[in-house]
């Protein structure tokens, strides 16, 4: 089974940029597609990002394309969330999941488990 800590997140500016690390145990994260998704306060939760285990794919909701960039490296059990151009629209709960099945990236209850998340907060 794989366990998830997330890390990285923080208070920063609109224009800042962040970089969140995703950190795994377990062997079968070298094997696993790794996604993010957030929670902002009295929303639901939405998909951000996420890579294939072999990160020759990534996939990215509109709302943060061109803006974040996911990445994984796997020989240190740890996937990455750059995030430039921060908006307020940006804050929320980050979290990281992994999936060992099929079906679309984009939907989070496609992934069997999420970690317990890091703040991200960015201010006008």
């Known amino acids: 089974q794989v366990q998830l800590v997330e890390s990285g997140g923080g208070l920063v500016q609109a224009g800042d940029s962040l970089r969140l690390s995703c950190t795994a145990s377990?062997?079968?994260?070298?094997?696993?597609?790794i996604g993010w998704s957030r929670q902002a306060p009295g929303k639901e939760r939405e998909f951000v990002a996420a890579?294939?285990?072999?990160?020759?794919?990534?996939y990215y909701a509109d709302s943060v394309k061109g803006r974040f960039t996911i990445s994984r490296d796997n020989a240190k059990n740890t996937v990455y969330l750059q995030m430039n151009s921060l908006k307020p629209d940006d804050t929320a709960v980050y979290y990281c999941?992994?999936?060992?099945?099929?079906?679309?990236?984009?939907?989070?209850?496609?992934?069997?488990?999420w970690g317990q998340g890091t703040q991200v907060t960015v201010s006008s």
């Open positions: 890579i294939s285990w072999s990160a020759t794919s990534t």
């Open positions: 999941g992994y999936r060992s099945g099929s079906g679309s990236y984009y939907y989070t209850s496609n992934y069997d488990y």
């Open positions: 377990g062997r079968a994260f070298r094997y696993s597609a």
